[in-house]
């Protein structure tokens, strides 16, 4: 690896097709190789994101997940390979990285991003680009690089759709440009938005997002173009439309309005409506898929209620009745009041948003949820079972 912005030999013939175009030229060149790139999550959008900022010679490059490779990844995630399976993704994406262009530096945080130590990630980097799925890493990323004083390079997806914009931009002015939460002041109702996980995300839709984020970030990197700043790319990739909305200043953003009151990182789970007391949900006992296998075998009288949807369960069901969550109150007479009533989905999420409205609007006090959900019996009891 060269770590001076003097090129060798094989570096020049590596981005000669960079070198030749007259806007970009081996000043554009140098200065990607004196990029610091921190790029939180290795998933479906930091695959794309990552490989094409590798080849393109982005010189330091940082790489934030906590997570391991599964085999649910891989329709999308086009960085790892079966044989990475169980392994660390920072640790399988450094080295297929690093195997591509050896001529950069890869530093690899194998942790999850935290309001405990995003500000000492995020501090050594220029550009963040943010390959997060969640509300509150989004705005920690977000407030970490508004406080720090750094570029974040946005894009999210779901299903079809995908968006991209560019936030905390330093323009022209001397003044920085929109920030997160300028365009969302506060995140949705938690469960209102499901991740990808729970909604899914057809596999090229990262692919794409992840390219124009990279696009973005070598922008920025070089000076050239016109970055995203200000404005928010929308693009549905079944119709094929496109849309760019522009993004104003918020006078009453905390951390960048007129009068600011947030001076430091907060809990972003509380903020977003995950674990605090006043709304998190209390749901009625769960009872584990080994205690679920027992009533089972023992033939116990009781009634199992699966609320995914259609199409899930036609990948794998354990022999519930199906009841979608968001046909439950049109089919609540299919269930039982008199009996024990188990209730599960993918995850246990959904099955405790039923047990949740099933309790509180009709007073229902029969109801357990399976917890884990189908993958718990995937894993624990039934491996021949798709963990989709």
């Not at 790139?37 to 994101?49: E, I, M, Q």
């Not at 991003?113 to 050594?124: G, T």
């Not at 050239?224 to 693009?235: A, D, H, Q």
Request: one cysteine or more; glycine letters at 10%.
């Amino acid at each position: 690896m060269n770590n001076s912005t003097e090129f060798t030999k094989e570096e020049l013939e590596r981005y000669s097709r960079h070198l030749i175009i007259p806007e970009f030229n081996i000043e554009g060149q140098r200065r990607l190789k004196e990029a610091k790139v921190l790029v939180v999550g290795a998933g479906g959008l930091g695959s794309p994101l990552l490989q094409y900022i590798v080849a393109a010679g982005v010189g330091t490059i940082g790489i934030v997940d906590f997570d391991v490779v599964e085999a649910s990844n891989l329709q999308r995630q086009v960085l790892f390979s079966m044989h990475d399976l169980g392994r660390p993704k920072v640790e399988a994406a450094r080295e297929r990285l690093l195997a591509q262009n050896p001529y950069i530096n890869i530093n690899i945080y194998n942790t999850r991003l935290s309001s405990e130590n995003a500000l000492d990630i995020i501090r050594d980097y220029d550009i963040v680009a943010d390959g997060t799925d969640n509300f509150p890493t989004r705005y920690l990323v977000n407030d970490a690089c508004v406080l720090l004083g750094k570029v974040n390079v946005y894009a999210s997806i779901f299903r079809f759709d995908g968006q991209l914009s560019v936030f905390n931009f330093m323009e022209a002015n001397g003044e920085r440009g929109p920030n997160y939460r300028d365009l969302f002041p506060s995140p949705p109702p938690p469960g209102m938005v499901p991740s990808c996980a729970e909604g899914g995300v057809i596999g090229v839709l990262p692919g794409i997002l992840g390219s124009l984020q990279a696009n973005e970030v070598i922008k920025i990197a070089s000076g050239l173009g016109e970055p995203l700043s200000g404005k928010l790319v929308l693009i549905d990739t079944l119709s094929f439309e496109m849309r760019t909305l522009n993004v104003g200043k918020d006078d009453n953003n905390p951390l960048s309005g007129k009068n600011p009151v947030q001076k430091e990182l907060i809990d972003y789970k509380e903020f977003c409506g995950f674990g605090n007391a006043e709304t998190e949900q209390v749901f009625t006992p769960e009872v584990s898929v080994s205690e679920l296998k027992g009533m089972l075998e023992r033939n116990e009288d009781f009634q199992l209620i699966d609320v995914r949807e259609p199409y899930e369960y036609e990948i794998c069901n354990i022999g519930g009745e199906l009841i979608p969550l968001k046909s439950l109150e049109e089919q609540l007479d299919k269930v039982g009041k008199n009996t024990k009533v188990v209730v599960h989905c993918r995850s246990g999420k959904r099955s405790g948003e039923a047990i949740q409205l099933l309790q509180d609007k009709y007073g229902l006090k029969n109801l357990y949820n399976l917890k884990g959900g189908i993958l718990a019996w995937a894993e624990e009891i039934d491996p021949s079972l798709p963990r989709y």
